[in-house]
């Protein structure tokens, strides 16, 4: 059985609404783990005999269909750009950074903090090194680590990504349709142009 898509919305006026949290994770829902900055990287910091405890992670990715089971009720539920940089824009504003737990256990950490958050964008991000093949308009952020405690599990692999946790309403994303007779007007239109 195909799951129902729905679509993540945000409403930038409902201060309810948006990312509450960054998590840290095992397993990713994106199921892409960060890049851990440190002094064994082959990308040197400005000092280099220092362990910089940085890292790199995608936080979305437009259209990514992640798996939910909310109340029984299963679907894939996708941001598209547009949102991802609304949700981005809404967790600068409301001063987020530091607002981390581990594993969605509600309760937030210190020592890990995001100081930096991009969105891929052929203006003026257009590739992330180590993430190469995302697709326009994917979030990440750059975090420091200053907690020894955080750090190890990091290291150790015991968490691996992030995840988030926020408060969406969702729209069904319809599929679209088309018959044989459709689709050969449109290669026939594409043929007279001589597109293909």
């Given at each position: 059985m195909e799951l129902p898509i729905k679509k993540a919305i945000i409403d930038v006026e409902d201060s309810e609404m948006?990312?509450?949290?960054v998590s840290l994770v095992s397993d990713?829902?994106?199921q892409i783990n960060w890049i851990k900055f440190n002094k064994q990287s082959e990308i040197k910091l400005a000092i280099q005999n220092e362990d910089k405890r940085i890292i790199f992670t995608p936080v979305l990715i437009p259209n990514q269909l992640i798996y939910r089971n909310i109340a029984g009720e299963e679907f894939n539920l996708m941001f598209?750009?547009?949102t991802i940089e609304l949700v981005e824009q809404k967790w600068v504003k409301d001063n987020l950074s530091s607002a981390v737990d581990i594993e969605h256990s509600s309760k937030l950490i210190e020592g890990v903090t995001f100081f930096e958050s991009v969105l891929l964008n052929n203006e003026r991000f257009a590739t992330a090194k180590g993430f190469e093949g995302l697709p326009e308009g994917t979030w990440f952020l750059?975090?420091?680590v200053e907690s020894d405690d955080v750090w190890t599990k990091i290291k150790s692999g015991e968490v691996n990504g992030v995840s988030i946790d926020g408060l969406f309403k969702t729209a069904e994303v319809n599929k679209v349709t088309m018959s044989d007779e459709q689709v050969i007007k449109?290669?026939?239109n594409l043929k007279t142009l001589n597109v293909i």
């Amino acid at each position: 059985m195909e799951l129902p898509i729905k679509k993540a919305i945000i409403d930038v006026e409902d201060s309810e609404m948006g990312l509450k949290t960054v998590s840290l994770v095992s397993d990713p829902a994106i199921q892409i783990n960060w890049i851990k900055f440190n002094k064994q990287s082959e990308i040197k910091l400005a000092i280099q005999n220092e362990d910089k405890r940085i890292i790199f992670t995608p936080v979305l990715i437009p259209n990514q269909l992640i798996y939910r089971n909310i109340a029984g009720e299963e679907f894939n539920l996708m941001f598209d750009k547009e949102t991802i940089e609304l949700v981005e824009q809404k967790w600068v504003k409301d001063n987020l950074s530091s607002a981390v737990d581990i594993e969605h256990s509600s309760k937030l950490i210190e020592g890990v903090t995001f100081f930096e958050s991009v969105l891929l964008n052929n203006e003026r991000f257009a590739t992330a090194k180590g993430f190469e093949g995302l697709p326009e308009g994917t979030w990440f952020l750059t975090g420091k680590v200053e907690s020894d405690d955080v750090w190890t599990k990091i290291k150790s692999g015991e968490v691996n990504g992030v995840s988030i946790d926020g408060l969406f309403k969702t729209a069904e994303v319809n599929k679209v349709t088309m018959s044989d007779e459709q689709v050969i007007k449109i290669i026939n239109n594409l043929k007279t142009l001589n597109v293909i």
